[in-house]
């Protein structure tokens, strides 16, 4: 999977096509349809990229919290055991981001 880092370096090669003099676009590896190709993949990338990240935190940090909702109402006392596992549960996710 890419990282930010790429798709930050996609952007801004983007960015320096516009820059380039008429001719750089006279190459056969600079030709319209190259250049369009690699915006539409890179535009790809990215909005999959983010949407499905996007969309896995919020339905994780909905969970968690539907979760401790449902525990308070139940018993505070579950509700309690439930909120002390979080900070375990955030350090082994970020665990996990950065080994990956």
Do not use: K
Not at 41 to 69: E, H, K, M, P, Y
Request: glycine share 4%.
């Amino acid at each position: 999977m890419y990282n930010f880092e790429h798709y930050l370096a996609c952007f801004y090669d983007a960015a320096a096509m516009l820059r380039n003099e008429v001719g750089w676009f006279d190459g056969e590896e600079n030709s319209a349809d190259n250049l369009s190709m690699r915006l539409a993949n890179d535009a790809t990338f990215v909005r999959a990229a983010f949407s499905n990240r996007l969309s896995i935190f919020i339905q994780d940090s909905a969970a968690v919290i539907v979760g401790l909702l449902i525990g308070a109402l139940l018993h505070w006392r579950l509700a309690l055991v439930a909120f002390a596992t979080l900070p375990i549960l955030c350090v082994s996710a970020i665990a996990q981001v950065c080994t990956s």
